[in-house]
């Protein structure tokens, strides 16, 4: 009889053990950012481990990326669908990874965004929840920005002033002259700044040759390293003309033809009225000392 009870409960117990041990346990994390920390106006790419997987009764699996604000994917991949033929009993394999691009604006702000997504095996129904999951994505713009502007102009020799205007340092600062339509550099095409924190400034100058019009505009490319050890490049360009200094000497030359013009005229001039004066003086003089002598 104890025999017969024991059996029957071990029947009614089986569907529970079954049960439990068809249920789905997914876990998600998120394994790797690249790159660490984020950078505004850039992507950023992250991967997903979904691990649970070898378990027969999740049939697969469904992983969405929920993206808002300062985050977004450039293609309509968001939804990822891992077929149940993938895992098989002979599969060691219990993880799924799910990678995603992320284009972060560029106006984001430094410091952590959320990012969301959802999780869910195969064998759940569309209308069923998911597993939802909210992980930190640290952003910082490490990035800096430079003005510049012409400082002098001496024949074909052009200096050019440089300043760190971003918040943040500039190290192994390089300036180049990129080969373009109208100007090459003569002999060295490239400088050595060094590092330049922000707010400071530096004065680099070069040989051109001008091959276009004079209304071009010098290109030049500014190489720096961020502070999270990345290497950059900011491309400007200044209008230069290498003969403002022939035709501020020229028109020197002019004014100065012009003064000596209206001097010599002037002096001229003046040697006139003195002649003309004395010729004066001297007639009325002899006229007085004529006049005096008939009286005696």
Same mark, same amino acid.
């Given at each position: ?8 409960? /071990?029947?009614?117990?089986? @569907? ?14 998120? $394994?790797?950012? !690249? ?7 850039? &992507?950023?790419? $992250?991967?997903?481990?979904?691990? +649970? /997987? ?14 808002? &604000? ?32 992320? %284009? #972060? ?12 997504? %959802?999780?869910? @095996? +195969? ?8 597993? %939802? ?15 510049? #502007? =012409?400082? !002098? ?12 205007? *971003? ?7 390089? #300036? ?5 339509? *109208?100007?090459?550099? =003569?002999?060295? !095409?490239?400088?050595? #700044?060094?590092? /330049?924190?922000? *707010?400071? &400034?530096?004065? =680099? ?12 505009? $010098?290109?030049?490319?500014? &190489? ?14 200044? @209008?230069? !003309? $290498? ?36 010729? =004066?003086?001297?007639?009325? *003089? ?5 006049? %005096?002598?008939?009286?005696?």
């Amino acid at each position: 009889m104890k025999k017969n009870v024991f059996f029957i409960f /071990l029947i009614l117990l089986m @569907p529970i053990i079954v049960s439990a041990q068809e249920t789905c346990n997914l876990q998600v994390t998120l $394994l790797n950012q !690249d790159p660490y920390p984020a950078i505004p106006d850039s &992507y950023v790419k $992250l991967v997903f481990q979904v691990s +649970g /997987l070898s378990d027969p009764s999740c049939k697969g699996a469904r992983f969405e990326i929920l993206p808002s &604000y300062p985050f977004s994917l450039d293609t309509g991949d968001a939804l990822r669908t891992l077929d149940d033929t993938t895992w098989t009993s002979s599969n060691f394999k219990s993880d799924w990874m799910v990678p995603y691009k992320l %284009r #972060v604006d560029a106006d984001a702000l430094d410091g952590e965004t959320e990012i969301e997504v %959802r999780a869910s @095996p +195969g064998s759940w129904g569309i209308t069923q929840n998911f597993i %939802r999951k909210v992980f930190p994505i640290t952003i910082q713009d490490a990035r800096t920005d430079f003005d510049a #502007v =012409v400082q !002098d102009v001496s024949g074909s020799s052009v200096s050019i002033a440089l300043a760190n205007t *971003g918040k943040y340092a500039a190290n192994s600062v390089v #300036v180049r002259i990129p080969e373009q339509e *109208g100007f090459s550099a =003569v002999g060295t !095409d490239g400088q050595m #700044v060094g590092n /330049l924190a922000s *707010g400071d &400034y530096t004065v =680099v100058s070069f040989e051109l040759k001008e091959k276009g019009s004079s209304d071009s505009k $010098l290109l030049f490319d500014i &190489y720096y390293t961020d502070s999270l050890g990345k290497r950059r490049i900011v491309t400007k360009e200044l @209008p230069i !003309d $290498l003969n403002s200094n022939s035709i501020i000497s020229s028109l020197d030359s002019s004014m100065l033809t012009q003064k000596n013009q209206g001097f010599f005229s002037s002096l001229a001039s003046n040697w006139v009225f003195w002649i003309v004066a004395i010729a =004066v003086l001297g007639l009325t *003089g002899w006229y007085y000392w004529k006049k %005096r002598n008939k009286r005696r």
